[in-house]
């Protein structure tokens, strides 16, 4: 089947700092990727679309000065944290629409700011 | 618009027991239909589908989940609940056509009592 990775499972970074995220599709084009967020005990939240080529479209409330997203190649779309704060602190999971409809998840990234 | 309800954050049962997690959708388009699974800290793991094919739908690790059209339910479940099986359960939903994002539902909360 159609695999999606993630990298890093878990990172702590200090406050002020940034963080990128990689969501890479193994084995198939993915021409648009989902970043989600997810709270402890709660579902996942949409933040934004990524679409190769051209700019991601964000979810109201979703801040893209914070949460910038690149989608340079059918394969990799990123997520960088940028000037991170406690609040930012969150599980963060991409995802792709992979062949035969199906969406494929990565494991995921625990982000924790110190 | 679409959205997906989950009836029950937690539901409780006993080892060997029937498992049944209720999910009902709201849709106007044709949907696709999922549910995932996820252990603590990690990513989403795919239990099963529904692409407009055959209304019952078998996954991996014995789930099933059945597409009913009159009741805009997609419930799932499986004969006999494994230790192994306590994990936190989500409903899912999105357009059929296009590289649209899932919509999740809350979640379910399964433990499996000894």
């Known amino acids: 089947g159609a695999v999606v990775s993630q990298h890093p499972s878990r990172v702590i970074c200090k406050s002020g700092t940034s963080v990128k995220i990689e969501c890479r599709s193994l084995d198939f084009q993915a021409t648009t990727m989902f970043w989600y967020r997810q709270f402890p005990k709660q579902s996942l939240m949409l933040m934004a679309t990524s679409n190769e080529g051209s700019k991601a479209t964000y979810e109201q409330g979703v801040e893209k000065d914070k949460f910038l997203i690149n989608h340079a190649s059918l394969t990799l779309s990123t997520l960088t944290v940028t000037s991170a704060h406690p609040e930012d602190s969150s599980f963060y999971i991409c995802s792709a629409s992979g062949p035969s409809g199906g969406a494929f998840f990565g494991q995921g990234t625990r982000l924790t700011v110190v | 618009a679409q959205s997906v309800t989950q009836l029950g954050s937690h539901v409780s049962v006993s080892e060997g027991a029937l498992v049944l997690l209720r999910c009902n959708y709201s849709s106007s388009v044709p949907p696709y239909l999922f549910w995932y699974v996820q252990y603590p800290n990690q990513g989403l793991q795919l239990l099963l589908k529904?692409?407009?094919?055959?209304?019952l739908v078998k996954g991996i690790n014995g789930f099933e989940a059945e597409f009913k059209k009159s009741e805009t339910s997609f419930h799932l479940t499986k004969p006999s609940a494994h230790m192994s099986d306590a994990a936190e359960y989500f409903c899912a939903v999105r357009s059929f056509s296009g590289n649209t994002p899932l919509v999740f539902g809350k979640g379910t909360r399964l433990s499996v009592i000894a």
């Open positions: 529904y692409t407009s094919a055959a209304t």
